[in-house]
Nanobody
Framework: QLQLVESGGGLVQPGGSLRLSCAASGSTLAFYAVGWFRQAPGKEREGVSCIESSGTVPYYDDSVKGRFTISRDHAKNTVYLQMNSLKPEDTAAYYC??????????????????WGKGTLVTVAS
């Protein structure tokens, strides 16, 4: 059974950077597409980015394009989300999730099979 654990969240000033990690255990993450999602207080969950098993990245939300980069390290069984130029509106709980091989056509739907418990990102001065 695939298990996912997020880390790397914290408090950062506007304009700063964080790198989130999604570490897998129980199975080989290389066989899975992995998405990052976020949910701010009082708001619905939204898809941030998704990377397929092959390394193809078919999706970034418009709000993060040019600022966030998703990547994966098969040897470390980990997927990363590098977040630069952070804004207060990026404040949210960030979750990684996995599904076999390919990102969903509609990433925002959250149709993923396995979910982590999340890590909190707060962007504030």
């Amino acid at each position: 059974q695939l298990q996912l654990v997020e880390s790397g969240g914290g408090l950062v000033q506007p304009g700063g950077s964080l790198r989130l990690s999604c570490a897998a255990s129980g199975s080989t993450l290389a066989f899975y597409a992995v998405g990052w999602f976020r949910q701010a207080p009082g708001k619905e969950r939204e898809g941030v980015s998704c990377i397929e098993s092959s390394g193809t990245v078919p999706y970034y939300d418009d709000s993060v394009k040019g600022r966030f980069t998703i990547s994966r390290d098969h040897a470390k069984n980990t997927v990363y989300l590098q977040m630069n130029s952070l804004k207060p509106e990026d404040t949210a709980a960030y979750y990684c999730a996995a599904v076999y091989l390919y990102c969903p056509v509609n990433v925002a739907s959250g149709s993923m099979g396995y979910w982590g418990k999340g890590t909190l990102v707060t962007v504030a001065s």
